[in-house]
């Protein structure tokens, strides 16, 4: 049972990684972006809880960040953990889709500013131009933890469907 845990696990952190260096490459800007590395972040909340969605969150960030060839900022690994930890305390597989996107916007209210303060320190080391970026992080949030909910709860539903994932069986 462990081994089938450790291997969705894994599978979920690469496509993290993927998700967030395609992101990188197609935004192509260090200050603005979006969650969608989060999906597979939430999926392992929901299916195998907080302490694989933490780790999951951290592995794929610090690998993203490498092979994206970015410099490694402290703070912002802040963020990732954010959404290993809170989805993973409030969302299992019985959380509806209201629960999900209620989770999701919360998280990325507090990953946005966690953010924010890490452009302020790493990069900006400016409040003004941390502050001047910061009404269109905010605006993306909305529409973000929408898609993010969204297609998390869309990706949850057919794997309920098999009784036998993830169970002892």
Same mark, same amino acid.
Do not use: C
């Given at each position: 049972?462990?081994?089938?845990?450790?291997?969705?696990?894994?599978?979920?952190?690469?496509?993290?990684?993927?998700?967030? %260096? @395609? $992101?990188?490459?197609?935004?192509?800007?260090?200050?603005?972006?979006?969650?969608?590395? *989060?999906?597979? &972040?939430? =999926?392992?909340?929901?299916?195998?809880?907080?302490?694989?969605?933490?780790?999951?969150?951290?592995?794929?960030?610090?690998?993203?960040?490498?092979?994206?060839?970015?410099?490694?900022?402290?703070?912002?690994?802040?963020?990732?953990?954010?959404?290993?930890?809170?989805?993973?305390?409030?969302?299992?597989?019985?959380?509806?889709?209201?629960?999900? %996107? @209620? $989770?999701?916007?919360?998280?990325?209210?507090?990953?946005?500013?966690?953010?924010?303060? *890490?452009?302020? &320190?790493? =990069?900006?080391?400016?409040?003004?131009?941390?502050?001047?970026?910061?009404?269109?992080?905010?605006?993306?949030?909305?529409?973000?933890?929408?898609?993010?909910?969204?297609?998390?709860?869309?990706?949850?539903?057919?794997?309920?469907?098999?009784?036998?994932?993830?169970?002892?069986?």
């Amino acid at each position: 049972m462990e081994m089938k845990k450790v291997t969705f696990a894994t599978m979920l952190a690469a496509i993290s990684v993927v998700i967030d %260096i @395609l $992101v990188k490459n197609l935004i192509g800007t260090n200050t603005i972006g979006t969650a969608y590395y *989060a999906i597979p &972040i939430l =999926i392992a909340a929901i299916f195998l809880g907080f302490k694989y969605s933490v780790v999951i969150a951290i592995l794929a960030d610090a690998v993203g960040v490498i092979l994206a060839g970015q410099p490694f900022l402290p703070l912002f690994m802040v963020g990732p953990i954010l959404w290993g930890l809170i989805p993973g305390l409030f969302l299992n597989k019985k959380s509806n889709l209201l629960k999900i %996107i @209620l $989770v999701v916007f919360g998280t990325h209210l507090l990953v946005t500013t966690a953010n924010s303060f *890490a452009l302020y &320190i790493h =990069i900006h080391k400016s409040f003004a131009a941390m502050l001047a970026e910061l009404p269109l992080r905010l605006l993306l949030v909305i529409p973000n933890s929408l898609i993010i909910g969204l297609l998390s709860n869309a990706v949850k539903e057919p794997m309920l469907l098999r009784e036998s994932f993830l169970n002892n069986d």
